[in-house]
């Protein structure tokens, strides 16, 4: 089934909605998921969250490409899942919960700076990207977005481990090179 009939799905509060992405995007939401959980249940569990999220999101949005919107919401939800495990391993989770509240209560709302900051921070990687070839483009997107390990990404591409590995230090070398200049860095 294609995206736009699945998004319909959603729209038209049908069940069917979610077996249908399960069947065609199941395997890629966990994918993502275990890459950052390496945990086989944490990360059926984050692709089941991905499923109500996405169902719950979509009365109100309607994303036009159905494999990146999920993908974003498997990993925000796999490195949110990651982040609250770290945070319980030191030290049962109630002090980093206190300290959120806390910020969340002395947070003036937004800090202009820093958001023009990471705004253009994403411009300046978008613009990358768009620089890179190809082959360069999907070997970072894999690493940094999907988190893949260097083998997967090397039996992926066909590469060998050493090509992914030199290629990686390249492009983040490229970036630096493009941040320092821009005075970002």
């Not at 065609?24 to 998921?33: A, D, E, L, V, W």
């Amino acid at each position: 089934m294609d995206d736009a009939k699945i998004v319909d799905l959603y729209w038209s509060r049908s069940e069917q909605a979610i077996s249908e992405t399960e069947a065609k995007y199941g395997r890629y939401c966990r994918t993502i998921s275990y890459n950052i959980l390496a945990d086989t249940s944490d990360a059926e569990e984050c692709v089941n969250d991905t499923w109500l999220k996405a169902w719950n999101s979509m009365p109100t949005h309607k994303p036009s490409l159905l494999a990146p919107y999920l993908g974003k919401l498997a990993r925000w939800l796999s490195l949110n899942r990651l982040r609250d495990e770290n945070s319980l391993k030191r030290g049962g989770g109630e002090l980093p919960l206190v300290l959120d509240e806390l910020a969340e209560t002395l947070d003036s709302g937004m800090d202009t700076a820093r958001e023009l900051e990471i705004k253009e921070l994403n411009r300046e990687l978008r613009r990358l990207l768009d620089e890179l070839g190809k082959e360069e483009r999907d070997v970072f997107i894999s690493r940094y977005w999907y988190v893949a390990s260097i083998a997967e990404i090397a039996e992926k591409s066909r590469f060998s481990e050493s090509k992914v590995k030199t290629m990686l230090h390249r492009t983040r070398k490229k970036l630096l090179q493009q941040l320092k200049e821009d005075g970002l860095c």
